[in-house]
T-cell receptor, first 113, second 111 residues
Framework: DVKVTQSSRYLVKRTGEKVFLECVQDMDHENMFWYRQDPGLGLRLIYFSYDVKMKEKGDIPEGYSVSREKKERFSLILESASTNQTSMYLC????????????FGSGTQLSVL | DAKTTQPNSMESNEEEPVHLPCNHSTISGTDYIHWYRQLPSQGPEYVIHGLTSNVNNRMASLAIAEDRKSSTLILHRATLRDAAVYYCILPNTGANSKLTFGKGITLSVRP
């Protein structure tokens, strides 16, 4: 079975901490995505990457950065966590193409206190 | 990416068919229509996709309007396990392409 694995299901951090959310896929996908999901707002794209060391801003990149040093791993970094970054974070991956399916991880529920 | 619009929510009775609509009036000729669903406390999962013709699989059917400006996901007999958020998107996963989702339709199923 194809798999997108997010390192933590639940995470609690303090305001000002540096937070790393890790995502690993085993499908050799070129594209990887980070979304956040908040009640009533749907899925919002934070950053995406279409190749190793490449990254592009999504719709809400402020307060976040990303790293893609290896093809299978895409990390989301909160440089200084704030309470408004409390959210469900979802990672996804896909092949490059015009009609490729997305595969999602199970999500990380991050609480910033 | 071309935009899709969906109603916020729908309700259905168990074992009845459900028709979930999606409008995509700015769809281009090469855009595929994908549907995903998100069960509670899980990440979204792929349901079905199509280009022009209606499509069936074990999970659902997809009916695409002749002008391709709208589509309908059909669950033939809703079960309680079908209660989820359903997203309709027009994915372009080419290099350097954003892939955005809307809020989706929240489907409630009554026993």
């Amino acid at each position: 079975d194809v798999k997108v694995t997010q390192s933590s299901r639940y995470l609690v951090k303090r305001t000002g901490e540096k937070v790393f959310l890790e995502c690993v896929q085993d499908m050799d996908h070129e594209n990887m995505f980070w979304y956040r999901q908040d009640p009533g707002l749907g899925l919002r794209l934070i950053y995406f990457s279409y190749d190793v060391k490449m990254k592009e801003k999504g719709d809400i990149p402020e307060g976040y950065s990303v790293s893609r040093e290896k093809k299978e791993r895409f990390s989301l970094i909160l440089e200084s966590a704030s309470t408004n970054q409390t959210s469900m974070y979802l990672c996804a991956s896909s092949f490059t193409g015009h009609n490729e399916k997305l595969f999602f991880g199970s999500g990380t529920q991050l609480s910033v206190l | 990416d071309a935009k899709t619009t969906q109603p916020n929510s729908m309700e259905s009775n168990e074992e009845e068919p459900v028709h979930l609509p999606c409008n995509h009036s700015t769809i281009s000729g090469t855009d595929y229509i994908h549907w995903y669903r998100q069960l509670p406390s899980q990440g979204p999962e792929y349901v079905i996709h199509g280009l022009t013709s209606n499509v069936n699989n074990r999970m659902a059917s997809l009916a695409i309007a002749e002008d391709r400006k709208s589509s309908t996901l059909i669950l033939h007999r809703a079960t309680l396990r079908d209660a989820a958020v359903y997203y309709c998107i027009l994915p372009n996963t080419g290099a350097n392409s954003k892939l955005t989702f809307g809020k989706g339709i929240t489907l409630s199923v009554r026993p």
